[in-house]
């Protein structure tokens, strides 16, 4: 293997507790993983260098959140959300009849150019659901479609009852035919515990079936009022539950007190006229906060993770490195990838040579300078893909 000295790094951010935030640092890429990190005037010599004339440094974004495959256009339901017509989960049922109706080729061309996006800029780890297919068949296609794009990939066969269905003979369906049939393809389960979706115990069945076929856990949770999403996600250890629009103290305290990560989707509260969750309140209460972009077609249609990051600052009264520590390890945590050989979100010897380059002496410019693509450089997983 060839190794990489990124020499020259102004700014490193490492999310790393022993490194920390250093200047005048260096890192060294080995393959597919980090090898050193640490002082430009302490770095070992590598095969070839790359001066980045004192930029800042991070690691990629971790998107632990998205729905990126799918067929058809959304766009007249935004241009009615704008006009005042509020946001309903059934609108999921548009893109269902789309991608239904789409071929794999189609499907698959359509995934490669949203992570090709994301990925020029500055996301080099991502997560995406299936959940626009809601028939064993259609479930199946997504999941091994999606499972060869992208590197977390989790079963939403519990996004929305299919229109003239009982709902309990569709949970039934989707605990039994449907996740036995995409068990092998995917490594999360994820249902939208929501009015006009699952309720509690509907929810509870579907992740109870998941975790028994050993599936991580996911939910979608509070967006639309208050409900049982955090509360659920916190019994039964999910990885995340992500929204988290509206909270109440119990559900803050009760995340705070948990391993369950609050996922904030700031883009898609923007993009229905909710209001933006209570980012301060989570990270005052000592609970983790990831951020994640929720790209899908119809109520966030961005994958742009710097978006979500500035939006954070500016409005929901984060800081900088909380914003940007959210968007890269707090991710990792929710997908359970922030640890050991290969861990993404975090720059240090071992984790996966995820590294994001800004074309700027600091990270404080994604909100300094919001809506300017700083995008410099990105490696991911040890090859150079912008």
């Not at 590598?46 to 256009?73: K, N, Q």
């Not at 079963?155 to 299919?162: E, K, S, T, W, Y």
Request: with cysteine; hydrophobic share 45%; aromatic share 4%.
């Amino acid at each position: 293997m060839t190794s990489t000295a990124i020499t020259g790094i102004g700014e490193l951010t490492t999310n790393d507790d022993e490194l920390g935030d250093l200047t005048d640092a260096a890192l060294v890429l080995d393959g597919d993983r980090i090898v050193w990190a640490g002082p430009a005037a302490a770095a070992p010599a590598a095969d070839h260098a790359i001066d980045v004339a004192g930029r800042a440094v991070l690691p990629g974004w971790v998107d632990s959140h998205t729905h990126l495959l799918f067929a058809g256009d959304r766009t007249a339901e935004f241009t009615a959300r704008m006009n005042g017509e509020p946001y309903a989960a059934g609108g999921i049922a548009v893109t269902v009849d789309a991608t239904r109706a789409a071929a794999d080729d189609e499907l698959t061309a359509t995934l490669r150019r949203h992570v090709a996006e994301a990925t020029a800029h500055g996301t080099t780890c991502l997560e995406t659901k299936t959940g626009y297919g809601l028939t064993v068949a259609d479930e199946l296609r997504a999941a091994r479609i999606a499972a060869a794009e992208v590197d977390e990939v989790t079963f939403l066969g519990a996004h929305l009852v299919p229109p003239g269905q009982d709902a309990d003979d569709y949970v039934d369906l989707v605990s039994g035919d449907m996740l036995d049939a995409v068990a092998d393809h995917v490594g999360w389960c994820d249902v939208f515990c929501e009015r006009g979706a699952f309720d509690a115990e509907q929810s509870r069945r579907v992740l109870r079936a998941a975790a028994d076929r050993g599936l991580g856990l996911r939910v979608h949770g509070n967006q639309l009022g208050p409900g049982p999403g955090v509360r659920l996600a916190v019994e039964l250890g999910a990885a995340s539950v992500d929204h988290c629009t509206h909270l109440e103290p119990d559900d803050i305290a009760a995340l705070a007190g948990s391993g369950t990560v609050a996922t904030l989707l700031p883009a898609c509260d923007l993009s229905t006229r909710q209001p933006l969750p209570p980012a301060r309140e989570l990270l005052d209460a000592g609970a983790t906060v990831a951020l994640a972009s929720n790209c899908n077609p119809g109520s966030s249609y961005t994958s742009s993770m710097a978006f979500c990051v500035t939006t954070a600052v500016l409005q929901m009264r984060m800081t900088v490195p909380e914003a940007i520590r959210a968007a890269t390890l707090g991710g990792a945590r929710a997908l359970r990838r922030d640890t050991g050989d290969g861990a993404v979100g975090v720059l240090r010897p071992g984790a996966r040579a995820d590294v994001h380059v800004l074309d700027a002496p600091s990270t404080s410019w994604l909100a300094y300078r919001p809506g300017v693509p700083l995008t410099h450089a990105v490696w991911r997983a040890g090859t150079r893909t912008r």
